[in-house]
């Protein structure tokens, strides 16, 4: 009988990534390696090392080195895969970015996957054993989702406050330009069956479940069919969705019947021709209101996700973005600046206008670094307007503001917020202190943002006049 073999699954993540995210109290278990383990033959010892958990043995004896990563770490995880490649340890990499930019990946694996990967790796692993795998395996169809297994609980190892994570359905039927989705599923959306999906969602022993999907209400005939059947488990849990399930009442009833707590919605942008210019349109911002009261009306908390540095935007986009955060009473935010991801039409719009700054993938966070020259601003103005954003927006005037006007979930919404508000604290003071800096200079740009944005609004006032 063959030895056993022994797998080594690893979901990278770089220390620019950590750092990143070290503001974010809620800091998600990612689902791709625990369930790419549940497709390997019982015959393999599966070891999946989580970065955000514990640091990678470079020494481990393994026979093979699986590797998950998003753009910004791409660099860190070809350091990774040289030190296993230069052992005689062979590497597979797959993922985000692999799929985007495979020739860039190629180079520094053994073998690459571009696409989804249900059908091929099994394949490769069954190469692998025979000593005859490819060096890229690509998905040339999209995989049907109706039996795929559940991810292995045990290779968990974040602590992220959830009792469970698990995807329903795969893809979004949009084509926003700044979305790696679109590119990476071709538009095309499946659904898991829903007994499939209900036994998962059931077999978490913790209240709280994540639903990773791209857009939970794709179908929205499924995601009530899934919404029935996972009621009777009384969990709580959240997803996210785009603007139109918040104005379908009948996916809304369903959704909080059974334990619907909060929707991440892509608002995006309070601008309208910001929202035209990157084909996302159907997001009406004249509606964003009512959507949003809609939604509270059934009990649910609603976090948006803002984009700030769109080609519309002005510097007073921060102070009017939060202005309407706080009048419309949201609960929670995700601020995000601008980022192109290579492979996506934005990265080659801003390519083609010679408009992309830098090509240190690092830097592609979203959240502490900008990588292409704004259209209406400067870069250091938008990484000070974000910034200014998670401040304000964190403050206990805009919480009071916020919370106040629709309390929905208060008893949940108000330590989260008081988290997140500690959370930023600490990591802007160890941002400061990694730049040497003291953090006077927020508060001095929240006043020239505010008197910016006093400027627009009396020339407003006076070309309407
Ligand atoms: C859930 C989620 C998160 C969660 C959890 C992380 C996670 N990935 O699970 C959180 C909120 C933490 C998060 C954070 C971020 N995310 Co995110 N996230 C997602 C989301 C919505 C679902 C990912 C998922 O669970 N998919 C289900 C699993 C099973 O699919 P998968 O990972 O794609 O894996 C499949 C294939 O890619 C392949 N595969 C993947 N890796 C490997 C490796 C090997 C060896 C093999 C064989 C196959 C293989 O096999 C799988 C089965 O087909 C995606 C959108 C999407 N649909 O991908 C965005 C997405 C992956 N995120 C994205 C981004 C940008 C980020 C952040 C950088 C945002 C930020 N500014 O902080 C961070 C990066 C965090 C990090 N550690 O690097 C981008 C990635 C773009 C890019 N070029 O890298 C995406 C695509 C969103 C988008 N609309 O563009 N994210």
């Known amino acids: 009988m063959p030895a056993q073999r022994t797998l080594l699954l690893i979901t990278a993540s770089s220390p620019a990534i950590r750092r990143v995210r070290r503001s974010r109290v809620l800091n998600f278990q990612q689902i791709t390696m625990p369930y790419l383990a549940a497709f390997v033959p019982p015959k393999w010892k599966v070891i999946h090392i989580d970065e955000e958990v514990s640091p990678i043995d470079i020494t481990i004896a393994v026979d093979l080195v699986g590797i998950t990563f998003h753009t910004p770490s791409a660099f860190h995880v070809y350091d990774l895969?040289?030190?296993?490649?230069?052992?005689?340890?062979?590497?597979?990499?797959?993922?985000?970015?692999?799929?985007?930019?495979?020739?860039?990946?190629?180079?520094?694996?053994?073998?690459?996957?571009?696409?989804?990967?249900?059908?091929?790796?099994?394949?490769f692993l069954r190469d692998f054993e025979i000593g005859r795998h490819m060096h890229r395996y690509c998905s040339t169809a999209v995989p049907a989702l109706n039996a795929v297994p559940m991810a292995r609980k045990e290779l968990y190892h974040r602590r992220d406050f959830t009792g469970g994570r698990l995807f329903a359905t795969r893809g979004c039927p949009h084509a926003c330009d700044f979305c790696a989705v679109a590119v990476m599923y071709q538009r095309k959306v499946r659904a898991r069956p829903v007994a499939a999906v209900a036994a998962e969602y059931a077999s978490f022993p913790g209240k709280v479940v994540i639903f990773w999907d791209d857009n939970l209400a794709s179908d929205r005939e499924y995601a009530k069919a899934l919404f029935q059947s996972i009621a009777p488990y009384r969990k709580w849990w959240s997803s996210q969705v785009t603007i139109q399930a918040g104005k379908d009442a009948e996916f809304l009833e369903w959704a909080a019947k059974s334990g619907c707590k909060q929707l991440f919605i892509g608002l995006e942008s309070i601008s309208q021709q910001s929202m035209n210019g990157v084909r996302k349109g159907f997001n009406r911002v004249e509606e964003y209101v009512r959507v949003i009261e809609h939604i509270h009306e059934h009990g649910i908390a609603v976090q948006a996700g803002i984009v700030f540095g769109f080609d519309q935007d002005t510097e007073s986009i921060f102070i009017e973005t939060l202005d309407f955060l706080e009048s419309a009473g949201v609960q929670n935010a995700t601020f995000n600046i601008?980022?192109?991801?290579?492979?996506?039409?934005?990265?080659?719009?801003?390519?083609?206008?010679?408009?992309?700054?830098?090509?240190?993938?690092?830097?592609?966070?979203?959240?502490?670094?900008?990588?292409?020259?704004?259209?209406?601003?400067?870069?250091?103005?938008?990484?000070?307007?974000?910034?200014?954003?998670?401040?304000?927006?964190?403050?206990?005037?805009?919480?009071?503001?916020?919370?106040?006007?629709?309390?929905?979930?208060?008893?949940?919404?108000?330590?989260?917020?008081?988290?997140?508000?500690?959370?930023?604290?600490?990591?802007?003071?160890?941002?400061?202190?990694?730049?040497?800096?003291?953090?006077?200079?927020?508060?001095?740009?929240?006043?020239?943002?505010?008197?910016?944005?006093?400027?627009?609004?009396?020339?407003?006032?006076?070309?309407?006049?």
């Open 81 to 123: 895969a040289a030190q296993f490649r230069k052992r005689g340890i062979p590497v597979a990499l797959g993922g985000p970015h692999v799929t985007l930019m495979p020739e860039e990946a190629q180079a520094h694996a053994d073998v690459i996957f571009v696409g989804e990967a249900e059908l091929q790796w099994p394949q």
């Open 338 to 465: 601008l980022t192109p991801y290579p492979g996506t039409p934005l990265y080659q719009r801003l390519e083609r206008g010679r408009r992309i700054l830098t090509r240190d993938w690092s830097k592609y966070n979203g959240r502490e670094d900008v990588v292409f020259q704004p259209r209406h601003m400067s870069p250091e103005t938008l990484l000070e307007g974000y910034r200014y954003a998670n401040q304000r927006f964190y403050s206990g005037t805009s919480l009071y503001r916020r919370l106040i006007r629709s309390p929905v979930g208060l008893w949940w919404t108000l330590p989260l917020n008081l988290a997140y508000a500690l959370a930023l604290r600490s990591a802007r003071q160890d941002a400061a202190a990694d730049r040497g800096e003291l953090l006077v200079r927020c508060a001095s740009r929240r006043s020239s943002l505010e008197s910016v944005s006093a400027i627009n609004a009396s020339k407003t006032r006076s070309t309407r006049g």
